[in-house]
């Protein structure tokens, strides 16, 4: 088995990954994967008016008549429950404006980019090897050295590359770090090929070589796959926090609500009262 036998793939590969290196197309692809794939909007507007829901409705309380109960009118009571029905309506709006906000933030991947371009770099030298690995016999080992080196360059990518805080050193963010690491790992790889000293660390190289081979023409497609994980988990965190928010809202819609019930019992059964009043002394 030969690195030529998949040169198709790895051109698939190569247009994959170097569509993602603009930054523009990395975060289409986050967000298409959180807005369409998770439905992350419909998740953030159905858990807020959940809490809409539970209020009564401002027409309702434009029409309670203030009543007298024990000599003091209920009218101040209505008016300090239309200013809470006004701010609990737009504490929520608030609410799906801020996550919509941090939504869009988190879908800024901090990192796709450089990996794709690195991803990119590695399929063109692939087929460089394909070109050459008749004439080269042991150009095999050298692929699967720097093959190695890029899966723990890309692991490394995956496991902080999308932190907020990068590091000065390794920040990924920037596309000339990417750049940098991939020509000294290619050096390397070519000080450890042609120094001889991948025989005593990377003997199992011919010995394992179909394994390999078949997982270094697949680790192109392994950042797609990674970064809809990423993204999933994202969304696993955003989405704790609108339920937290949601059960507050819901809190305070239910105090309300139970409020103005009260309310709207207090002011029925006064009309019930003056209507049997009237209608008492009417048959007298």
Not at 1 to 12: A, N, R, T, V
Request: proline fraction near 1%; charged fraction near 25%.
């Amino acid at each position: 088995m030969k690195l030529g036998d998949f040169s198709s793939l790895i051109q698939l590969a190569a247009t994959l990954n170097i569509a993602l290196v603009a930054v523009d197309y990395a975060s289409v692809f986050t967000n298409t994967i959180i807005k369409k794939v998770f439905k992350f909007k419909d998740y953030i507007i159905s858990a807020l008016d959940e809490c809409n829901s539970r209020l009564i409705d401002r027409d309702t309380l434009e029409h309670i008549e203030p009543i007298e109960i024990g000599g003091n009118s209920t009218q101040n009571k209505i008016e300090k429950l239309k200013r809470e029905h006004s701010l609990i309506t737009s504490e929520i709006d608030t609410e799906k404006e801020r996550f919509q906000s941090e939504m869009n933030l988190r879908c800024q991947s901090r990192s796709l980019s450089s990996l794709s371009l690195w991803l990119s770099l590695y399929c063109v030298l692939a087929l460089l090897f394909v070109g050459i690995e008749n004439t080269f016999l042991n150009i095999q080992h050298l692929w699967i050295i720097f093959f190695l080196i890029t899966v723990c360059f890309i692991v490394a990518g995956w496991s902080i590359g999308e932190r907020e805080r990068s590091f000065k050193y390794f920040d990924l963010t920037k596309l000339r770090h990417c750049i940098i690491y991939f020509f000294c790992s290619l050096f390397v790889s070519l000080v450890l090929f042609f120094g001889d000293i991948y025989i005593y660390y990377f003997s199992f190289i011919d010995v394992a070589w179909d394994f390999l081979l078949i997982i270094s023409v697949l680790i192109p497609f392994a950042n797609f796959v990674a970064f809809f994980v990423i993204s999933k988990n994202k969304f696993k965190g955003l989405k704790k926090e609108i339920d937290k928010k949601a059960i507050e809202l819901k809190g305070k819609c239910d105090i309300h609500k139970s409020s103005v019930d009260d309310l709207l019992t207090a002011s029925r059964l006064s009309v019930n009262l003056s209507e049997e009043r009237i209608s008492s002394n009417s048959q007298k």
